[in-house]
């Protein structure tokens, strides 16, 4: 079982930075793929950035890409979301996610393949 809470959210203008965290419980986290997806009011829900067990293989959106970079610490039962460069359109609930085959090489793109959820945190980047 892995309990995720996220934080670094809040309230930020265009262009500039945020750092999200997500802090994992229980000893598996470092054999789980970790992900990031967000919700923005009335949208479904979408994938933003992925990372293998061992912090190898990374994946991002095209969205995010080049702007946003995700990564884990094991050892603190930690991932987090670098997100630089924000615009108005990155404003939205983001959740961190925890799953796959424990202990494969792949990144998971898809909500399906992740078997845990943080509750998210909140982003908001004003114009």
């Known amino acids: 079982q892995v309990q995720l809470v996220e934080s670094g959210g809040g309230l930020v203008q265009a262009g500039g930075s945020l750092r999200l965290s997500c802090a994992a419980s229980g000893r598996t986290f470092g054999s789980y793929a970790m992900g990031w997806f967000r919700q923005a009011p009335g949208k479904e829900r979408e994938f933003v950035a992925a990372i293998n067990w061992s912090g190898g293989s990374t994946s991002y959106a095209d969205s995010v890409k080049s702007r946003f970079t995700i990564s884990r610490v094991n050892a603190k039962n930690t991932v987090y979301l670098q997100m630089n460069s924000l615009k108005p359109e990155d404003t939205a609930v983001y959740y961190c996610?925890?799953?796959?085959?424990?202990?494969?090489?792949?990144?998971?793109?898809?909500?399906?393949?992740?078997?845990?959820w943080g509750q998210g945190t909140q982003v908001t980047v004003s114009s």
């Open positions: 996610a925890a799953g796959g085959t424990r202990y494969s090489g792949r990144y998971y793109l898809l909500e399906g393949e992740y078997d845990y």
